[in-house]
């Protein structure tokens, strides 16, 4: 007699266990849908990337740098990086002062190299600038024709290249000083705010903890070139004693004191002429001994254009001979006497100098050195990382070096171009003296400079900033965008659709209670 109820009550609820079953299929249906519209509605754009040349023309040389963008990202931090670098033959422009015509025809093969690497469709909208440095500065003081005919022939020729010509210039020391603390900071992340840290995919956890240590901190800017040398760092004085040395800066939303000088004829091969007029003033015959070559070197230097030179001219003499034989002798400490004179200590009208009468605050936190402070040191094996080599250990590996008599060292160095090789002896304790004499670090902060080339794929130098400035790359307030990542937001999305299922199923669970749930409980 039962059995009828059973078998009639049995269709009625198993038609609503279906719509149940149906209504939760659909609903984790919908999750996935929206998981999967998120995804692909989010999904990066196809990256397209932007160039940008920047030819660096030093005294010594000049190079040609191709740096490379992704355009979507433009006003990111650190997304900008070096995809060429092209070393022009021959001499640095202002060594064509004798044929200004053909500076521009010496930048053609490296043009060539950045129009093999620029895809061709986009080397119309891709930008070309030029920058001069203390070469042409001083080329400028000593002839100023001379110096507007060579910049008007390397314009011409980048004008003819099929790239979209931005100027070609004389920058300042100040700019110079600027541009290349702007490039390092910029490639070692410090300009990055907490904000582009959580945008940023790649970034590890190491990464991410380095730049957070780094957030409130830059690092100060060391340039030796073969004319001159700049040093660059934020201070922490308010009041600069010395206005012409002082740059502010707002970059992505941040306010920057910072302290720059550059000095003319205090780049490494000025500062070897510098030295050798001073020795010509109590020279007795046409022989110099020198403490700063090695023992056994031998070189000749012409006299009648020694003094025309700006760094040279004021210690114009007049001598009974034409040519001056320099004889090494590779003597650390006279070298060092010898040097330490180009630094004038004497009077300071600054509450602090470097030299020469130059405003110089406290000096304060890390600094990269770069160009001919890293080619020196890293030839010397003194570029140690991360833990740099403490002051007294530089000092006696260069003593040591100097001492070696010059045909030992061209023995075991015969791949380096003697011009090059000759002088690391003297550029050695020319670093030396310039930071320990000129700028006054001691051995507890020595540890504060680290010798860089490279960051990451990139060379430390003032064209990327100078690239990046020009561009309006670097934003003065931290640009608008997503506060998440494509990652982080997809993820986002999986474990709020994870949570919304896994309550649905507990809601229905607690209004249905399925008997075998019940009974469990029971
Ligand atoms: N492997 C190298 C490369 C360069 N040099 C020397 O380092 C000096 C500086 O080079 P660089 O920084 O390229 O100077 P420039 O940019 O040419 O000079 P400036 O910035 O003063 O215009 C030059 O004397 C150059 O001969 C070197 O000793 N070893
Ligand atoms: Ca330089």
Redesign the pocket.
Known sequence: MDEPKVTGTKPKMSSTRMILLILAFLSTLAVIALIAVAVTQNQPLPENIKYGIVL??????T?LYVYEWPAEKENDTGVVKQVEVCKVEGP?ISGYSHAPEKAGPSLEQCLQQAKEVIPSAQHKETPVYLG????MRLLRLQNESAADKVLSSVGNTLRSAPFNFQGARIITGQE?GAYGWITINYLLGNFKQLINLLRAETSGWKKLLHSLKSLSETSGAL???????QITFVSKELTSESPENQLYFRLYGKDYQVYTHSFLCY????ALQQKLARDLQTVENSLLPDPCFHKGYERTINISDFFKNPCTSEKKTQLPFSQLYIKGEGDYQKCRENIQNLFDKSNCPYSSCSFNGIYLPPLQGDFGAF??FY??MN?LNLTSEPNPLALNKVTSTIERFCARPWQEVKTAYHHI?E??LS??CF?GIYILSLLENGYEFTENNWQMIHFLGKIESSDA?WTLGYMLNLTNMIPAEEPAGPPLSHGSYVGLMVLCSLVLVSVLLFAWLLLHKPKCLQKGIV
């Open positions: 660096d023309a030093g005294s010594s040389h190079n640095g001069a440095t203390a070469g110079e340039d030796l070139g073969g004319a001159s040398t780049g490494k091969d000025q160009s001919a080619f020196v030839f171009k011009k090059y002088e690391y550029s130098g």
